[in-house]
């Protein structure tokens, strides 16, 4: 089994080919998008593939050390920053292409006019600890 | 067997350990144990006395912890004899227990946790299920809030704000995990309001039966949010609203107000109403401004906004919501409302997204973006 990383973009993935935003959707698209992610992780836990899913507010700040005694240094939020999360699924699956294909299926969600998103989800394999037997 | 039943019983066989001359840390370690034995032992075998039974069992762990302590120490002076318990009135143990696990000197996320389970005997796995962290996260949370309070004498008094604060979050957290969390504050309420007189103990008791009438209809099938003007009031619980009005109603006759009662009092007059026109939002606005003399809480000015747009119109909403601070949470869904009730749909519809943005609650956001959309949809 190997852990990959979902991630979904505020801002950063190229366009999807459906790109309304969702305030301009009817909110029976909104359910029907709702109830497709919801489906998605409620498959993915009976499966036993399932580990984690988070969403994250789109606003936070940059923060760093600022020499001993000293509070630390925030700013930002910064408008020229490219790359924006806006959540993320962890996932446990034997394959890679098997988490290919699951992050496919996640960015089929419907949505405006209840068609698929399309949207780009980036798909990120976590580091692995050594294995026991080596030779 | 009853679990609930069974972790009634925590603090009273806490307090007796404690009483014996058990330090609180080691103590709560040991009925931990005895809870656990319980399960285990008690439906093959249930004994007669439950209370007695947990005694004894958490009194030898607590024994056998210490001389296992005392050996690694290579000490000898074992407490061996068991003493007898002392006066023991088993509401004054709990009231103290109540009193030391909201603590000023805890953080809330330690008081609640520590409340949790060394009042409420949840174990920590459990406790950690329900606030969504690993359990030995929260393991090291209890320990070290048992250490914070360790030299806390266990029958200084304390304040019962304190306590209830605690109560109010643990009721806030809502569910997660497979512990009711809004169940187990009312049930740990009523606990502290059976052996404590005190009218906020009852109007915070009050306030949380009315808010617990409603949560059948606060969720849809889909688990989308439905305010409180569209819900279904045939499935508000009324066995639940006529308690807590009733323990509300005692709690005002003694006339010593304070901020539980005045929002029990606004829970209550929206319980009242049979359908959401028939709400008195006259009498709402005023319980706010008694709210506000109470509490310098920046979301009761909020609330009391949407109130003043009911019963004064959306326009008198506005007025008062443009001398609140724009940057408070809620602000610009508050605006949103009020001029969706004025008419002016556009302006409604963005400033729901704006809010949408903003909202640090997934299932509030979600239901944001829907309004949004409504309106969009309607234009």
Not at chain 1, 47 to 54: A, C, L, S, Y
Not at chain 2, 256 to 261: D, I, K, P, T
Not at chain 2, 281 to 287: D, G, L, S
Not at chain 2, 328 to 340: D, Q
Request: with cysteine; proline share 6%.
């Amino acid at each position: 089994m190997a852990k990959y990383l979902l991630l979904k973009h505020y801002r950063g993935a190229p366009t999807p080919v459906n790109d309304v935003p969702m305030e301009k959707w009817t909110p029976e698209e909104i359910s029907a998008h709702m109830q497709y992610m919801h489906d998605f992780a409620a498959r993915l836990e009976n499966t036993g593939e399932f580990v984690d899913g988070q969403a994250l507010a789109p606003e936070g700040s940059w923060v760093r050390y600022d020499g001993e005694g000293r509070p630390p240094v925030t700013d930002g939020p910064f408008a020229e920053t490219k790359d924006l999360i806006a959540g993320w699924m962890v996932i446990d699956v034997d394959s890679h292409e098997r988490a290919l294909e699951l992050a496919g299926e996640l960015s089929a969600a419907p949505g405006a006019g209840g068609k698929p998103i399309h949207e780009w989800l980036e798909v990120r394999p976590f580091l692995t600890a050594p294995p026991t037997i080596t030779d | 067997m009853d679990d609930v039943l069974l972790r009634s019983l925590t603090p009273e066989v806490l307090g007796v350990l404690v009483r014996r001359g058990a330090d609180f840390a080691a103590a709560e370690d040991a009925v931990q144990d005895a809870l656990v034995e319980a399960v285990r032992a008690w439906p093959a075998d249930p004994p007669r006395d439950p209370k007695g039974w947990l005694i004894t069992v958490a009194w030898r762990r607590f024994l056998d912890a210490t001389r296992a302590d005392a050996a690694r120490r290579r000490r000898e002076d074992v407490v061996d004899e068991e003493p007898a318990p002392g006066p023991v009135t088993g509401v004054d143990d709990t009231l103290r227990l109540y009193f030391l696990c909201a603590h000023p000197s805890l953080t809330p996320s330690s008081a609640v946790a520590l409340t949790l389970r060394a009042v409420g005997g949840l174990t920590t796995r459990q406790i950690a299920q329900a606030y969504l962290v690993p359990e030995a996260t929260m393991a090291q949370r209890i320990s070290r809030a048992k250490r914070t309070v360790s030299g806390v004498r266990f029958d200084s008094p304390g304040d019962v704000a304190t306590v209830l604060r605690v109560l109010y979050l643990v009721f806030n957290e809502g569910y997660s995990g497979d512990v009711d969390l809004a169940a187990e504050a009312i049930r740990l309420t009523r606990q502290l309001a059976a052996g404590i007189d005190h009218p906020e103990v009852a109007g915070l008791l009050a306030l949380m039966l009315l808010h617990h009438a409603r949560r059948a209809a606060r969720t849809a099938a889909d688990g989308s949010l439905v305010p409180l003007a569209e819900q279904d009031r045939d499935r508000w619980d009324t066995a639940l609203i006529a308690e807590g009005v009733g323990i509300l109603q005692a709690a005002l006759a003694r006339d010593r107000l304070g901020e539980f009662q005045a929002q029990a009092a606004i829970a209550a007059l929206h319980a009242d109403a049979r359908t959401a026109a028939e709400t008195d939002w006259v009498q709402i606005v005023e319980w706010y401004d008694e709210l506000a003399r109470l509490t310098d809480s920046p979301v009761v000015q909020l609330n009391r906004a949407v109130a003043v747009g009911e019963a004064d119109g959306p326009r008198a909403g506005l007025a008062a919501l443009a001398e609140l601070d724009e940057t408070l949470p809620r602000h610009t869904a508050v605006a949103a409302y009020l001029h969706e009730r004025d008419g002016d749909l556009a302006t409604a519809a963005r400033l729901y997204a704006e809010a949408a943005r903003r909202s640090s609650d997934a299932a509030e956001r979600d239901h944001l973006v829907r309004q949004a959309a409504r309106l969009n949809a309607r234009r």
